[in-house]
Each structure stands twice: as structure tokens, then as C-alpha cells.
């Protein structure tokens, strides 16, 4: 439980709806897939249930998120953020610290052709984003965690390699300009947000601070909350629209004349190392994929 003063304090900066102590919701965040494998590895019963946040919250802008983060400062309160939530890491790692849901921020704020890049909040998702892109003939990197789940948490906070690495490389590469609620509560803004209003670049002027956010594998969650990111668009090779027949889980669609798909067996690692290579610097792939240890089936 909350201290009452902290918890009337976010009840007032969010609204009465978008706090909650209740064990039941409390419950439902505290389960997430490979918690079992951190308990087992601590000797202890592995169970997906982790520790149940004191409260879980839900803010809309990033002026509350800021607001919630500044109350958890001054009350001694720690927090965790999550936008899709797909593993421990979006987990509170101790009872008495609150669950900050990103769901209420979920808009695309921009798809900017011209320049190739999209704004979207937290709890936009893969497919949601993906749907609308293809409609300017353009994609994003997706990372193979899946279509439900968020690309700012990957492009921000995680390593995010995905089945069209060959072609967009992975999420860290793909980082545009951010915005960022520091631990602090201060919101920083980097790349060309810092001296514009414009997305297009993650660094400058002056030194960047993109290895400082994320470095090579992310940090999780541990170094603030991302609230938006602006993420490099690619062409898409494909149609504008899917024509798609079938009903679950039997769906069908066209696949496009100038798509086709190759198997190859690779007699080891290196040679799967080095084909793989020359396949994504040949830049004739869209998607390519490990099938097997001796296997890469490659999409074109």
C-alpha cells in the first residue's frame, strides 16, 4: 500500500480511474513470461507471478509521467515502466514500487515520408504502425519479439534484432530523435529536438547521448521512461494493401510475383556466417531467418 498522501497526490494528477491498489490488477502485472527463469535461477519455486506492485498507475502525457516520477522521488517510491509488456524486465523488481502502465499513450504522432522516419508513443505496436506505413510504401525494422509488441521499448530500451535485420540492421540503429523522462523527472529531449521541433536525426548538435540511453543491448527500463521516439522508415517491397482471405488460425493472402523464398543448407558456421554476410551486403534480401543450426531460409 501507498502512503495516502502519495497516493491522493497521483489520484489528483491522473484521475481517480488511472490508479489502482486493487490485488486483482496488481496481480495481473505481476505475471510475466520468463520470471520462472529468474526464480529457478535463485533457488526459488519457478512460478511466472514476481512481486506485486504496491499500485499501478496510468498516465496519458508525458507531463504526467513526469508529475508521477518527481511523487516517487519525493516519497522514497520506486518505479517501473512498461509499454506491451512482454517479459520480467517490465516487472517491478520489489513489492513497495509502483507499475507505471503506458497503454493510455498510444498514438502514431507522425509518419513523415519525405524524411522516412515515424513518431509513436509507447503502447503503439508493431502491426499497428506496420499497417499504416505500407500504405506510403514504407516499413519500420520490427523486432522478433512480435507484432503486439512496441517498437519504442525496443528502439529505446532493448537489443531488437527481428526477421528483416539483413535489410534495416537492428533497433539500436534505427533511433531517430527521443523524448525522455529521466530519473530525475526532468524531460530531456535529444538529437534535432534539441534545437527544433523536428524528428529526423538522433544526434546533435553536439555530442550525442544515444550510447548513453542504450548503448548496444538497452538498459530496460532502468534509465528513465521513454515517451516518444522518432524510428527509421525503409520501401516497402510490397503492396499497399493485403488481400487476405481465410478466417483464424487458416488465413491466406497473395504473395506477391516478385517475392520468392530460397532455402539454404550451409555446411557450418562459417560458411552460414560468411553467406549471411554477403547476403545483406549484397542488399537482396527483405527477411532472412535461422531455420536450423546448419539453415538460413532467406525471403527476397
Partial sequence: M?????????????????????????????????????????????????????????????????????????????????STGFGAWNAVSSPEAIQIDLRRMNQIIEINKDNMYAVVEPYVTNAQ??????????????????????????????????????????????????????????????????????????????????????????????LGIFTKVAIKLYPWPGPPDWRVSGTIPNYEFEVPPFWKMYVINWPDWDAFEAGYYQIAEANVAMMAMSSSQEGLATMI
Avoid at 489520484?11 to 481517480?16: A, H, R, S, V, W
Avoid at 517498437?151 to 532493448?158: D, I, R
Fill in 129 to 222: 504502425l506496420h499497417s499504416q506505413l505500407i500504405k506510403y510504401g514504407l516499413m519500420h525494422h520490427m523486432q522478433g519479439a512480435g507484432p503486439q509488441t512496441s517498437p519504442l521499448a525496443s528502439h529505446t530500451s532493448m537489443v531488437g534484432p527481428g526477421f528483416t535485420s539483413s535489410a534495416t540492421g537492428f533497433s539500436g540503429r534505427n533511433v531517430r530523435a527521443v523524448e525522455w523522462v529521466i530519473p530525475t523527472g526532468d524531460i530531456l529531449r535529444l538529437g534535432s529536438l534539441t534545437s527544433s521541433d523536428a524528428w529526423f536525426s538522433g544526434d546533435g548538435p553536439g555530442p550525442s547521448l544515444r550510447g548513453v540511453m542504450r548503448g548496444l543491448m538497452g538498459a530496460m527500463g532502468g
Fill in 2 to 82: 501507498l502512503d495516502r498522501k502519495m497516493y491522493k497526490a497521483l489520484e489528483k494528477l491522473l484521475g481517480p480511474e488511472n490508479i489502482s491498489e486493487d490485488p486483482a490488477v496488481r496481480t495481473t502485472y505481476s505475471y510475466q513470461w520468463c520470471v520462472e527463469v529468474d526464480r529457478a535461477w535463485r533457488g526459488e519455486s519457478p512460478t511466472r507471478f514476481g512481486h506485486l506492485p504496491a499500485a499501478v498507475v496510468l498516465p496519458k502525457t508525458p507531463e504526467e509521467v513526469q508529475g508521477i516520477v518527481r511523487l516517487c522521488n519525493e516519497h522514497g517510491v520506486k518505479f517501473k515502466a512498461l
